[in-house]
C-alpha cells in the first residue's frame, strides 16, 4: 500500500438488504440514532442536524437519498459519521456491525451496466465469501447531494418539455 | 433575611452585594492559596508569618463584610478563623495538624455558604464548623471580645485607607442614618437620591444597610466633608441624622498608631498599582450587545447599497462599497476586542484543584502530588466557570481510577507518590487544556469489551484511543464502581464531553498501561456569546438574539388584517407586516395562542409568529457550514444543554425573505 492510497479496511453497513462499504478512513465514528432537529427547507433527504463532538452536521437519510422506501429508525439504525475532506455529515443506514478487510484484488470495477447515475457512487464491487458488497464513493455521495436538488428540477423540466 | 424589607432599596442592595461577592471570592482565592502554602507550617514552633498574617487579615475583612451585609453565618466562621490565627500569629498556639484542618474546614464553610448566600437558598447552618473552631487553640476566650461581625460599619481596608487619607486632606468624616419610609418614597426619596445628594457635601467613601433597634431598616453612610458642624446639621435637614465619625476608633486593634499621631496617610498612596479593573460581566455583556446591534445594522447597510447598485454612478457606489467592508472589519476587530476582555486567567481553577487533591489523598490512601504550569493561561470566563466540574472530574477520576496505591506503585518501581499535571497553553485560536497521570492508565481490553457489549464497537474493529474515549463518554457506561465517594459526584464522562462539545471544543485521549493517561481539551480561545430568546414554532425550538428582537407582543388576531397573502398587524400608530414562520418553514399550524416578535425598523420591520417563548437564555453559536442545511432564515445552531441542536433565526434574513415573498 502506498502512501497516498486508503487503507484496505471498510466499515459494513446494511441499506435495503444491500451490503454497502465505506473506507474506514472516511468514516469518523458510528452513532446510535437518537433525535435529529428538522432543518426547514432543506432537501428532503436530509432528516435534520446534530450536535456531534461541538460540530453542527446534516444527517442524511441514505435510503430517501437512494430513493428507497423510508422506515422507521430502530435499535439497530445507525448514524455513520463520514468525514471528507473538511466536511462532516452523518447517514443514516439499517444497521452497521462489521469491521472488515478487503483485500484490493477482491475488488472489481462495478459494470457499464450499473454505471451512469448510480454508478458514479460506486468506487467498486466486492465479493467477500458469498457476499456481495457495494464500495461507497462517498466524495461522489456527497457532491451529487447538492446537486440533486438541481437535477430534480431539470427532470421536471424535461418531462415538461417531452 | 433583611432584603424583604427594603424593597424599595433592592438595586442599592443589590449593588453592595455584587461587590461584596466579588470582594469575598479574592478574599477566599488567596486564602485557598495561603492555607496550601502553610501546610508546610504544621508542627513548626513559627508558622511564616507573612501567610499567617495575610489570612488573619482575609479573615477580618470577610468578617467585617459578611456582617455588614448582615450574613452571620458566614461572619461568625470568618471570625472564629481570625480568632485563631490571632493566636497564631502572637505564637501563643503552634500549628498542629488537627488545627490545619480546622482551617481547611472552615476556609470550605466559608464558600460553601457564600455559595449558597449567591444562590438565593437557605443560609448555611454552620454550628458544627463553628463549635469545631472553637476547640482550636483557646478560641473560645477571643470569642468572647466583641467582634464587629454584627457591626454595620466594620470596615474594609480599603474603607479605612480613604477615611485616614480624607482626613489628612483636612476633611472631617460624619456618619449619616437614613431610615427610609414609604412616605419619603413617594416624595422620590429613597437611597439612592440620598446618594447622590452626598457629592454636593463631600465625598461618599461608605454605605451599609443597617437593622434598627426597633427591627426596622437604615442605611448608614461615611462622608468625607469640609463642612463644618453647622453646615453639615443645616444641609442634613429632617431626612438624615447625623453624628461625627472619629476614623481612629474604626481602624482594627491591630493597626500601629501608638504614638499618638493619626496615622498617615501613606497607605492611600502605597495602594499597590496594578493594570487590572474589575468590570461587571454584565456591562461586557451590553457591550457585546451593542456590537451586535451594529453587526446587524451594518448588514442592513449592504443590503440597501445592494440595492443601489444599478442607480448609482459606479466609483460612487464602488466607494460605499468599501467603506461598508471597512465597517465590517472593524467591527469584527471590535467584537473580538470585546471577547478579549472577558478573558481570565485559568490559574485560580488549577489552584482549587489543589484542594481537591488534597482532600482525595486524604480519603482514598493514595499519595499524589499536583504539577501545575501554565496558570496565566488566559480563558473566556464562561469558559472557565463551565470548565470547572468537568476539570474536577477528571482530576477525581485519576486519583480514584488512575492512580494505584503506594505499595503498588512500589512494586512496579514508581516512586510511591503519584504525580498529576495540570496544564494550560495558548497555541493560535485554541486554549489547550491537560490533565495526565503517571497512574496505571487505561484497561483498553476491558473497555473495549464493554464497547462491544454496548455495540459501540464493531466487531473486528481496532481499538484506538479515539474508541475507547467514545466508549468511556458514553451515557451510562462506567469501567469502575462510580460508587465511590469521589468518582461519584458531580458529573459523569459523558457530561465532561458534552461540556467541551457545548463549548466548541475537542477532546482527545492518551494512555499507556502502567504508564498513566492523559486528556488534551481543546478549546476556542473566544466564544460567540449571545443572550437569545428561545421560542417554539410547531412543537420545534428556535433560538433569535435577542438583540434582534425589539418587543414581544400577544398576536390578537382580531387586530390582524388579510390582503391577498399579507398579514398586518396594526400595533400602536403603525402597522407590522407579519410573517407566520410555521408556514415560511413548512410547519403545521400549531393551535393556541401566538406571540409576535417584532425585528427591524422603518420600512424593513417584521413581526415574526411565534408558538410560545419559553425564556432568555445565553447560547454559544455555532456556524453552520455545510451546504446541505444552509437555508435561508437560519443562521447557525446552538445547544441548550440537553445535546439537541436548536437552529437560531435570522431575523434580517427572515425580513428579507417576507418582503421577497411580498413582491412576487
Known amino acids: 500500500m502506498s502512501d497516498n492510497q486508503k487503507p484496505d479496511t471498510y466499515i459494513l453497513f446494511e441499506l435495503a438488504e444491500t451490503n454497502y462499504a465505506v473506507n474506514s478512513q472516511d ?36 435510503r430517501a437519498r437512494f430513493r428507497f422506501e423510508k422506515r422507521p429508525f430502530d435499535q439497530r439504525t445507525r448514524l455513520v459519521v463520514i468525514r471528507d475532506t473538511e466536511r462532516v455529515v452523518g447517514f443514516i443506514v439499517d444497521t452497521a456491525r462489521e469491521f472488515v478487510t478487503i483485500p484490493a484484488e477482491a475488488i472489481q470495477l462495478p459494470p457499464e451496466s450499473v454505471a451512469g447515475m448510480s454508478g458514479r457512487y460506486l468506487d467498486g464491487i466486492a465479493t467477500l465469501g458469498n457476499r456481495m458488497i457495494l464500495l461507497l464513493n462517498v466524495a461522489e455521495v456527497l457532491k451529487a447531494a447538492e446537486e440533486i436538488e438541481l437535477e430534480e428540477i431539470e427532470i421536471e423540466k424535461e418531462g415538461v418539455v417531452s | 433575611m433583611t432584603t424583604a424589607t427594603i424593597q424599595t432599596d433592592s438595586d442599592f442592595f443589590a449593588e453592595i452585594l455584587e461587590d461584596y461577592y466579588a470582594e469575598c471570592d479574592e478574599h477566599l482565592t488567596a486564602v485557598r492559596e495561603n492555607l496550601l502554602s502553610l501546610e508546610s507550617g504544621i508542627g513548626q514552633k513559627k508558622a511564616d508569618y507573612a501567610l499567617v498574617d495575610d489570612l488573619f487579615r482575609r479573615f477580618h475583612s470577610l468578617k467585617g463584610m459578611s456582617g455588614m451585609v448582615g450574613y452571620e453565618e458566614v461572619a461568625e466562621v470568618a471570625h472564629h478563623l481570625e480568632s485563631y490565627l490571632r493566636l497564631l500569629r502572637k505564637e501563643q498556639v503552634t500549628l498542629t495538624a488537627k488545627a490545619y484542618d480546622g482551617l481547611l474546614v472552615g476556609a470550605r464553610a466559608l464558600e460553601i455558604s457564600l455559595v449558597a448566600r449567591r444562590q438565593q437558598q437557605q443560609p448555611q447552618n454552620n454550628d458544627s464548623v463553628i463549635a469545631l473552631l472553637e476547640t482550636m487553640g483557646s478560641a473560645r476566650e477571643a470569642a468572647s471580645a466583641p467582634g464587629p461581625a454584627a457591626d454595620p460599619m466594620a470596615l474594609s481596608e480599603n474603607v479605612r485607607e480613604q477615611l485616614t487619607a480624607a482626613v489628612a486632606a483636612g476633611q472631617r468624616i460624619w456618619q449619616f442614618e437614613f431610615e427610609p419610609s414609604p412616605e419619603l418614597a413617594a416624595k422620590g426619596v429613597n437611597v439612592n437620591f440620598i446618594r447622590e445628594q452626598f457629592a454636593s457635601i463631600g465625598q461618599l467613601i461608605h454605605g451599609a444597610p443597617n437593622v434598627t433597634d426597633t427591627g426596622g431598616i437604615s442605611f448608614l453612610f461615611l462622608v468625607a466633608s469640609k463642612f463644618t458642624e453647622g453646615q453639615v446639621a443645616e444641609w442634613a435637614g429632617s431626612y438624615l441624622t447625623y453624628q461625627p465619625y472619629e476614623t481612629a476608633v474604626s481602624a482594627p486593634p491591630e493597626t ?36 451586535g446591534e451594529l453587526v446587524i445594522h451594518r448588514a442592513r447597510l449592504e443590503d440597501r447599497l445592494d440595492g443601489l447598485r444599478a442607480i448609482l454612478p459606479k466609483n460612487q457606489w464602488r466607494a460605499l462599497k468599501e467603506i461598508n467592508q471597512a465597517i465590517e472589519r472593524d467591527l469584527r476587530d471590535l467584537r473580538e476586542g470585546v471577547m478579549r476582555t472577558r478573558m481570565v486567567p485559568i490559574g485560580e481553577t488549577f489552584a482549587r484543584m489543589k484542594f481537591v487533591v488534597r482532600d482525595l489523598v486524604r480519603q ?90 454496548a455495540g459501540l464497537l464493531l466487531d473486528n474493529e481496532p481499538v484506538t484511543p479515539e474508541r475507547i474515549l467514545d466508549i468511556i463518554c458514553a451515557p451510562g457506561l462506567s469501567t469502575k464502581d462510580e460508587a465511590d465517594m469521589a468518582a461519584g459526584r458531580g458529573v459523569g464522562m459523558n ?159 427572515l425580513v428579507v425573505m417576507r418582503n421577497g415573498k411580498r413582491e412576487t
Not at chain 2, 501608638?258 to 474589575?278: F, K, L, M
Not at chain 2, 397573502?565 to 403545521?588: G, K, T
Not at chain 2, 445552531?637 to 437560531?648: F, K, Q, S, Y
Open chain 1, 27 to 62: 468514516v469518523q465514528q458510528l452513532e446510535m440514532v437518537d433525535e435529529f432537529t428538522p432543518v426547514p427547507n432543506a432537501p428532503d433527504f436530509v432528516e435534520g442536524v446534530v450536535f456531534l463532538r461541538g460540530q453542527v452536521i446534516p444527517v442524511i437519510n441514505l
Open chain 2, 256 to 291: 500601629i498608631h501608638d504614638n499618638g499621631r493619626a496615622p498617615i496617610p501613606e497607605t492611600a498612596i502605597a495602594t499597590p498599582q496594578t493594570n487590572y479593573v474589575r468590570v461587571d460581566l454584565n456591562r461586557l455583556d451590553d457591550l457585546m450587545q451593542m456590537v
Open chain 2, 364 to 453: 482514598s490512601g493514595k499519595q499524589a502530588r499536583l504539577e501545575i504550569s501554565g496558570q496565566n493561561t488566559e480563558i473566556d470566563k464562561l469558559v472557565v466557570e463551565k470548565m470547572m466540574d468537568p476539570l474536577l472530574h477528571i482530576v477525581r477520576n485519576a486519583i480514584s481510577h488512575g492512580l494505584q496505591l503506594p505499595e503498588t506503585r512500589q512494586a512496579q518501581g514508581k516512586p510511591a507518590q503519584g504525580t498529576i499535571w495540570l496544564r494550560a497553553k495558548t497555541e493560535g485560536d485554541v486554549v489547550i487544556i491537560q490533565i495526565e497521570d503517571d497512574g496505571q492508565g487505561i484497561n483498553a481490553d476491558k473497555v473495549a469489551q464493554r464497547g462491544r457489549e
Open chain 2, 495 to 653: 457530561v465532561v464531553r458534552q461540556t467541551v462539545e457545548q463549548l466548541g471544543g475537542v477532546m482527545r485521549l492518551d494512555y499507556r498501561p502502567g504508564q498513566g493517561t492523559c486528556f488534551t481539551i481543546e478549546l476556542p480561545l473566544t466564544l460567540a456569546i449571545a443572550d437569545a430568546l428561545i421560542v417554539t414554532v410547531s412543537g420545534q425550538r428556535f433560538a433569535i438574539p435577542q438583540a434582534a428582537v425589539r418587543e414581544v407582543l400577544e398576536v390578537d388576531e382580531t387586530a390582524v388584517t388579510r390582503f391577498e397573502n399579507n398579514e398586518i398587524l396594526r400595533h400602536r400608530d403603525a402597522v407590522v407586516p407579519l410573517l407566520r414562520l410555521n408556514r415560511a418553514f413548512c410547519l403545521p399550524p400549531a393551535n393556541g395562542r401566538a406571540f409576535a416578535l417584532i425585528i427591524g425598523n422603518g420600512l424593513q420591520t417584521a413581526g415574526l409568529v411565534v408558538d410560545r417563548i419559553l425564556g432568555l437564555r445565553e447560547i454559544v453559536v455555532r456556524a453552520i457550514t455545510d451546504p446541505l442545511i444552509r437555508v435561508p432564515g437560519i443562521s447557525g445552531a446552538t445547544e441548550l444543554g440537553d445535546g439537541r441542536a436548536v437552529l437560531i433565526l435570522d431575523g434580517a434574513e
